[in-house]
C-alpha cells in the first residue's frame, strides 16, 4: 500500500517566509492530541519528493489539487529547520511543540486552504536595531525611523528578519496563556479580531466579511451590503466578502486568541481577492464560470510602470506589476517552479512616464461552446498616446475574440492565482464603453509556440539590448524614442541579464547563431543583436546583417529561442526587408 501525501506548504509556518529550493525544512504534523515533528528534508521544486525515510508513513508533496494528500486526519505545517530550533529555545513552555504547531497550522485560514502568499509582518525598524545590537553598530539606532524603514524593507526577507519574526513569536507565546473556547457558528458571530473575544448576536447584517493576513484569520465583521467599489489593493491583507447564506454551514474554531475556519470539503466554494472592495464577479466581461475556491490578484494599471508577463506554451503563469516597490519582475519569477521557470519567457511591456496608456485588451482563443474558450491563454493588447498599439503574446491558431477597455481614471487588471499553477481566468473593470479603431491580426508565427512583440526603428532615442550571459545572444531589446514613448521586443529580463545601451542608434545589426538544444539533437534559433551611431562600420566576425533605422523590427521568441524581422513599407505595401535572422 502506497504511503499517503503530506502536502508541503511554500512558506515557513514560524517566520512566515518563503522556502528556497534545498532549503532544510521539517514537517509539524497533529496526529490525534500528539505533535509529530518529522524530517522533510529539503523544500522540493515540485511533486512528491523521493527523500523519505523507510519509517516515515507519509510522503511530502508539493502539487497542486493533489488528490493523494492527506487533508483530513493529518494537520500538518512545515517550517524552516533552523527556525523551528529556535522557537524551541525561546519558547519556555512546557507544551511548546503544541504551541508552534498551532502557529503554523493556523497561518492556513481553514484546514486545506490555498496559499496566499501574503506579505509577511515585517518590522523593519525592529530588525534595524536588532542588527545594531548583533553587529556592533550602535550608531544604527541614531538613524531616523523613516530611513531605517525604508533600510530594512530592502533587506527582506532576510535571515536577520526571520530571526525577530521567530523571537518575538516565542516571546508572545511565553507570555500568553493556552486556552480553548468552543467553536460557534459563523452565523451566530457579529464581529470578532485577532486577541479578542468574539461578539455574538442574533438579527445580524446579511454580508459577511472576513480578512485574511499572514497570520491566518485576522478579522471577521458584518457589513449591511457589498462595499461599493473602490480599488484599493494590498499585498498584506486578501478578503472574504460573501452573503451569510453562502457560508451557512462555516463553523469558527476559537484558540488562544486565534481562529480558524472550519469548512467541509463541499462548501469550500469561496472567492477571495486582494482588494476590500472588489466589483461584482457577474459584471466581469471574459469570465469563466467559476467553481471551487479560487483567490483573485488585482493590478492597478494607473499605477504601474510596467508589466512583466512570465508565458509558456501559451499560457501565462503569473504577472509582475512594477512599481517603486516592486521594481524587479524575478520577486514574482521565482515564485514559479524551477520546472517551469526553465520553459517560461518574460514579456515586459513598459509604461513610461510621458507616455498615457488609452486602452487595455486581451485576446484569446475562441471555441464555439457555452464556455466560449478552448483554453485559457491569453496574448496582450495596448494602446498608448505616443507608442501606438502594442500587441505581445502568443500568437493563437483559429478564430480569437478581443475584449478591450479603455483606460480613463481607473483600470484594475483581474486575474486569477493559484499555487504552482497558471492564470485560468482573467478580465479588468470597470466596464466603460469607448469608440475604438479594432487592433490588428498578429503576423503568422515563425516557430511553434513562439511570442510575439514588434516597434518601429525610426527616431530611437536610446536602444538597449539584453543579452544572453552565458550564450551572448539576443534575449530582448527596449526601445526609447523621441518622443517619450518606450516599446520592447523579445526577452527584456530587467534586473537579470547584461545590458548594453546605445544612443542615438544609426543601425541595427544581426548575426543569426543556430545551436544544438542539450542531450537532444534539436536545432535552437538565435540571434546576436548589436548596434551602432555610424552607419558606415565593420564587425569583427563575418556574418553580420546591418540594417538602416527604418521599418518595423518584429521579433518572435521563446525563453530559448527567437527570430528578428525588419518589415519595410514601401509605396504601402509592407515586405520583408531579406534580413530575417
Not at 492564470?423 to 466596464?431: K, L, V
Request: proline fraction near 6%; hydrophobic fraction near 35%; charge should be neutral.
Amino acid at each position: 500500500m502506497s504511503r499517503p501525501h503530506i502536502h508541503i506548504h511554500p512558506q515557513c509556518g514560524a517566520c512566515g517566509d518563503d522556502f528556497s529550493l534545498g532549503q532544510e525544512i521539517v514537517a509539524a504534523i497533529r496526529k490525534s492530541r500528539s505533535i509529530h515533528i518529522i524530517n522533510a528534508f529539503t523544500f522540493p521544486d515540485y511533486g512528491v519528493s523521493d527523500e523519505a525515510a523507510a519509517d516515515i508513513e507519509w510522503h511530502f508533496c508539493r502539487k497542486p489539487s493533489c488528490s493523494q494528500c492527506d487533508d483530513g486526519a493529518a494537520d500538518a505545517a512545515t517550517l524552516h529547520v533552523d527556525c523551528y530550533n529556535l522557537f524551541r529555545q525561546r519558547c519556555k513552555a512546557s507544551d511548546s511543540l503544541y504551541r508552534l504547531w498551532l502557529t503554523a497550522a493556523w497561518r492556513r485560514p481553514w484546514h486545506g486552504a490555498p496559499s496566499f502568499r501574503l506579505a509577511p509582518d515585517a518590522d523593519a525598524i525592529k530588525t534595524m536595531r536588532l542588527a545594531a545590537t548583533a553587529c556592533s553598530l550602535p550608531q544604527l539606532t541614531t538613524v531616523p525611523a523613516e530611513i531605517l524603514q525604508i533600510i530594512g524593507a530592502y533587506a527582506q526577507p532576510s535571515p536577520l528578519s526571520r530571526y525577530r519574526t521567530v523571537i518575538d513569536l516565542a516571546a508572545d507565546w511565553n507570555g500568553r496563556e493556552l486556552s480553548c473556547q468552543p467553536s460557534l457558528p459563523l452565523s451566530r458571530i457579529a464581529s470578532w479580531e485577532r486577541d479578542e473575544h468574539a461578539v455574538v448576536g442574533g438579527d445580524l447584517s446579511p454580508i459577511v466579511k472576513v480578512t485574511i493576513d499572514c497570520w491566518g484569520l485576522k478579522r471577521i465583521e458584518r457589513l449591511t451590503d457589498y462595499p461599493s467599489f473602490a480599488g484599493k489593493r494590498s499585498d498584506a491583507e486578501t478578503y472574504i466578502i460573501e452573503t451569510q447564506d453562502r457560508l451557512r454551514d462555516v463553523r469558527v474554531q476559537f484558540q488562544s486568541g486565534l481562529a480558524r475556519l472550519e469548512i467541509s470539503k463541499e462548501a469550500a466554494d469561496l472567492q477571495l481577492w486582494d482588494t476590500p472592495a472588489p466589483p461584482p464577479l457577474k459584471s466581469l466581461r471574459n469570465m469563466p464560470k467559476i467553481t471551487g475556491t479560487i483567490q483573485f490578484a488585482t493590478i492597478d494599471l494607473k499605477k504601474v510602470y510596467g508589466l512583466t508577463f512570465f508565458v509558456t506554451n501559451g499560457s501565462t503563469l503569473a504577472v509582475h506589476s512594477h512599481t517603486r516597490r516592486r521594481p524587479r519582475p524575478d520577486t514574482t519569477f521565482n515564485q514559479l517552479s524551477r520546472q517551469r521557470q526553465r520553459h517560461t519567457a518574460w514579456v515586459y511591456v513598459p509604461f513610461p512616464s510621458k507616455d498615457r496608456l488609452t486602452h487595455f485588451g486581451i485576446r484569446a482563443p475562441h471555441k464555439f461552446t457555452k464556455s466560449p474558450w478552448a483554453k485559457s491563454d491569453y496574448s496582450y493588447l495596448f494602446r498608448f498616446e505616443l507608442a501606438g498599439d502594442v500587441m505581445v503574446g502568443p500568437n493563437f491558431v483559429g478564430p480569437t475574440q478581443d475584449f478591450i477597455w479603455p483606460v480613463q481614471e481607473q483600470l484594475l487588471l483581474i486575474f486569477n492565482v493559484a499555487e504552482l499553477a497558471a492564470i485560468s481566468a482573467m478580465s479588468a473593470y470597470p466596464n466603460q464603453n469607448s469608440e475604438m479603431q479594432p487592433f490588428a491580426r498578429f503576423s503568422k508565427p515563425l516557430f511553434q509556440d513562439a511570442c510575439f512583440s514588434s516597434a518601429p526603428l525610426e527616431n530611437i532615442a536610446l536602444l538597449h539590448i539584453y543579452s544572453d550571459a552565458e550564450t551572448g545572444l539576443c534575449r530582448g531589446i527596449l526601445a526609447e524614442y523621441n518622443n517619450g514613448s518606450q516599446r520592447a521586443l523579445g526577452e527584456c529580463r530587467i534586473g537579470l541579464d547584461p545590458v548594453c545601451t546605445y544612443q542615438s542608434p544609426a543601425c541595427l545589426c544581426f548575426a543569426r547563431v543556430t545551436r544544438i538544444r542539450p542531450r537532444t539533437s534539436i536545432e535552437l534559433k538565435g540571434t546576436k543583436v548589436s548596434s551602432d551611431n555610424q552607419s558606415k562600420h565593420k564587425h569583427d566576425e563575418e556574418g553580420w546583417a546591418c540594417c538602416p533605422m527604418q521599418g518595423t523590427l518584429q521579433f518572435w521568441f521563446t525563453n530559448e529561442q527567437s527570430v528578428l524581422d525588419v518589415m519595410i513599407d514601401e509605396a504601402g505595401s509592407t515586405s520583408s526587408s531579406g534580413i530575417l535572422v
